[in-house]
């Protein structure tokens, strides 16, 4: 397992792939793209070999056919499945950014043609690159997986919800006021650190921590903490506020804030 930390401070926990099971999905892969590249050759050659075309046209479309069953194979299979192939599909696998989040077609370029020219082909030595980048990694990412800022993670079901911060009541028109771009997402992710951790805390702790990260929150953000509240309740206006605007809103949907007694300022989703 590996946590993500996602840019609103949601902490996941997800599987990391290892070799083993990376390599059976790669050859699965491999099996499709040369049953692909054998058919893509063989119309070529049916459909240009009776116009008598020079046989270095010839030799020159093979080869391109080639290299693009190669590197468009992965490219289009993780941009139009959310991060899998065929083989990853089987294997229950998925590539996910560093965040933890969805990748798009930019990451899968970058995974597709770093694995045709360094992992596994043209200088990959038939993967022994990609095996042995992936050993020296802790979360057994290959270079195109550090290029292109990825992981690979069992996904056979769905992730759960993170953990919600939810506001009290009478903190929400603060926070909704706040200008939250002047706090980092390592401060953000110590205070709902904090609060999920919260009831395990001694009552001295409880109150010196909260103080301490009340004062460094609204030092960054350029407010006077609200009066009279205490420090739980601060910090999980401030997150449950950051987490509303960055959150995508179905999640809110699903999952809406609701009226907490005083004290309790996360909801288990």
Known sequence: MAEFTT?????????????????????IDVVVQVVLGFACVLAIVTVLRPTRLDSAWLDAMVLVT????????????????????????LLGLRVVRADGGPIDFRHALTRGLTGAIVDFWMLGGFGAIAVLTSICSPTARRVGDVLAGTVVVHAQRALPPPALAVAPPWLTGWSAQLDLSGLPDDVALTVRQYLTRFRTLTPATQHHLGAALVAEVCGRLGVAPPAGCPPLQVLGAVIAERQRRVLPPPMFQAFPPRPTPPGRVFAAT
């Open 7 to 27: 840019g609103e401070a949601v902490a996941l926990e997800l599987p990391i792939a290892r070799i083993p099971t990376r390599a059976t999905a790669f050859l």
């Open 66 to 89: 080639i290299i693009g069953v190669l590197v468009g194979y992965p490219v289009i299979g993780e941009t139009a499945w959310r991060g899998r192939t065929l083989g990853k599909l």
